[in-house]
């Protein structure tokens, strides 16, 4: 069983990890949540685009250009691929997100 | 259908739903029971339509995964009874002469919405719960990394990493409390502009709702300038303020004709639909833009 090597390094898995419940996310939002700068994110974003996972846009919003992030349906499908392996190795499933878990 | 892949609303999808408005329109007008009954089937099936790219939208919620038709159907007949709810409510009380106010009828609806959401959360969790992994006997297999510095992640690091950054993702950022008052006074402006026979009162009251209307989009739907999520990952709270804005725009659409026809000009109701439409688009470009601003400067220090 391999893990895919694009996606287990850990600021690529944070990355896909934040991503993955979203439509898209903006650069800020991502790096400030990654703890990274701004130019370890592009590395590791371009890494990613580069693997056919991720897409990037830019937007001008009142008057500023902005990056945004969202996973390609290949980068989802592979991020599944992921944690079904990670799952299987480590015996246990992914526990509920926290807002639906029950007190 | 393909074109639902892309996780974006159509053209097309809109066309639809003016569609539905007209035929609301339509069936309100006729006294034929074959007419009340046809129509509203009519609108569900379009509903359906409308509400695929949403459904779509949902394949981005991490898991549990429901196929994409019984998302669809179940969204389809989930949005088409409320729709037929508003619709019986109003005319159930119009034929009891009882003159319940609209707000009344809105949190009642709110309720319902409250109710069914949990059993719909549930359908979606049993249809769409993926098989887990049973635990393996014997010793786990050896994991095949490659690279030097992945060593530094372990399966079970990378799994509680994953658990961690996804609750970062879906932490609920709140609907504020004011936009359930202004929830509920928009359901009375919208009753006070249904009563009013001068079509100026009844277009004031109407031009007073749609700022309204924006805000609590701005609120319910963007939220935050960073992130944007789909429409079903979105919490309980969010859901709610959407529908009953949702409600409210079908009754704007129930008003804005009668206050045409009180001029003695009866435009056609998609005619105004889309004129409110098009003034809630503009009105929440600023809007949005005012958060933002206001969200960078509080950002940034003095």
């Known amino acids: 069983m391999t893990l895919d090597p694009v996606i287990h390094a850990p600021n690529r898995l944070q990355l896909m990890s934040l991503l993955y419940p979203l439509t898209e996310a903006e650069f800020a939002f991502l790096r400030d949540h990654i703890n990274v700068s701004d130019s370890v994110l592009s590395k590791q974003a371009a890494a990613l685009e580069s693997a056919g996972y991720l897409e990037i846009r830019k937007r001008t919003l009142a008057g500023r250009s902005r990056t945004w992030f969202s996973l390609t349906e290949e980068g989802r499908d592979a991020f599944d691929t992921y944690v079904t392996h990670l799952q299987a190795l480590v015996g246990r499933p992914l526990r509920p997100p926290l807002e639906d878990r029950t007190p | 259908m393909e074109e639902l892949g892309t996780g974006r609303t159509r053209v097309w999808s809109w066309a639809l739903l003016v569609v539905a408005v007209v035929m609301h329109e339509v069936a309100l007008e006729r006294e034929d029971t074959g007419w009340l009954v046809l129509m509203p089937l009519a609108q569900l099936l379009l509903a359906g339509l409308v509400v695929g790219p949403l459904a779509r939208l949902s394949r981005r919620d991490p898991q549990p995964r429901m196929p994409r038709a019984g998302l669809l159907l179940a969204f389809a007949v989930w949005i088409g009874v409320l729709v037929g709810s508003v619709v019986g409510l109003t005319r159930g009380f119009d034929a009891l002469g009882l003159p319940v106010p609209a707000v009344l009828a809105g949190l009642v609806l709110i309720g319902s919405a409250a109710a069914a959401t949990g059993p719909f959360d549930r359908l979606k969790a049993r249809l769409g719960a993926r098989p887990v992994p049973a635990p393996r006997a014997g ?164």
């Open chain 2, 139 to 302: 010793p786990r297999p050896d994991v095949r990394l490659e690279g030097a510095s992945l060593n530094e992640l372990s399966p079970a690091d990378a799994l509680a990493e994953i658990e961690r950054t996804r609750d970062i993702s879906l932490r609920p950022l709140g609907i504020p409390l004011w936009s359930w008052p202004l929830t509920i006074l928009a359901l009375m402006l919208v009753e006070t502009a249904v009563g009013q026979d001068d079509l100026l009162p009844a277009l004031a009251y109407g031009a007073l709702l749609i700022p309204l209307f924006a805000l609590v989009l701005v609120l319910a739907v963007r939220r935050t300038p960073q992130i944007r999520r789909p429409l079903p990952g979105m919490p309980l709270t969010a859901r709610l303020a959407g529908m009953a804005w949702i409600f409210v725009a079908l009754f704007c659409v129930q008003a804005l004709p009668g206050a045409f026809s009180a001029l003695r000009a009866p435009l056609p109701a998609v005619l105004t639909y889309l004129v409110t439409t098009a003034l809630v688009m503009v009105i929440a470009s600023p809007l949005g833009r005012l958060e933002n601003r206001l969200r960078t400067r509080a950002k940034t220090p003095a």
